[in-house]
């Protein structure tokens, strides 16, 4: 047996506020995604039409016809819909941590950095629109050269 992640999936009631972190900010794309019976997006790392590649999916709520979306996936109250919940983050592999910080400071993003020396990683923390941590794991090298550089 074999297990990969997929995607990860985040209900919000506000579709704009997500597509200019994940892809304004972050840098990734919208692509496609199928005819569900409610809102939402499709997030790739690249600009794809490979369903396959979709890393972060986006539910939509229409507060003016909520059933598609309830009768799909569920109800869920909409005090629960900020922070991570159980799940403490969220992490992707990245490269270009010098563009990734000026495109933070840019949109107003606070971040957290982090290095983990026995890996290799300089983590950067961000909050997405709904709360959720995203992590952003970068080779130490980019940091090690930033700094000789300053």
Same mark, same amino acid.
């Given at each position: 047996?074999?297990?990969t992640? $997929?995607? /990860?999936?985040?209900?919000?009631?506000?579709?704009?506020?997500?597509?200019? /972190?994940?892809? *304004?900010?972050? @840098?990734?794309?919208?692509?496609?995604?199928?005819? #569900?019976? /409610?809102p %939402?997006?499709?997030?790739?790392?690249?600009?794809?039409?490979?369903?396959a590649?979709?890393?972060?999916?986006?539910?939509g709520?229409?507060? $003016?016809?909520?059933?598609?979306?309830?009768?799909?996936? %569920?109800?869920?109250?909409?005090?629960?819909?900020? %922070?991570? %919940? &159980?799940?403490?983050h !969220?992490? #992707? #592999?990245?490269? *270009?941590?010098? @563009?990734?910080?000026?495109r933070?400071?840019?949109? @107003? !993003?606070?971040?957290?950095?982090?290095?983990?020396?026995?890996?290799?990683?300089?983590?950067? #923390?961000?909050?997405?629109? $709904?709360?959720?941590?995203?992590?952003? $794991? /970068?080779?130490?090298?980019?940091?090690?050269?930033?700094?000789? &550089?300053?």
């Open positions: 047996m074999s297990l992640l $997929n995607h /990860f999936s985040i209900r919000s009631l506000d579709l704009p506020a997500c597509e200019r /972190f994940y892809c *304004g900010v972050l @840098g990734m794309h919208i692509g496609p995604r199928p005819p #569900f019976p /409610f %939402g997006l499709w997030i790739y790392p690249e600009p794809t039409q490979d369903f590649r979709a890393a972060v999916h986006i539910i709520i229409d507060r $003016n016809d909520p059933e598609g979306l309830k009768r799909y996936l %569920g109800d869920r109250d909409e005090a629960s819909l900020q %922070g991570t %919940g &159980a799940v403490d !969220v992490a #992707f #592999f990245a490269t *270009g941590l010098a @563009g990734m910080r000026e933070l400071l840019a949109h @107003g !993003v606070a971040l957290r950095e982090r290095q983990v020396p026995v890996l290799g990683l300089h983590q950067v #923390f961000v909050d997405d629109p $709904n709360g959720v941590v995203v992590e952003l $794991n /970068f080779p130490a090298s980019e940091a090690a050269a930033l700094a000789a &550089a300053a």
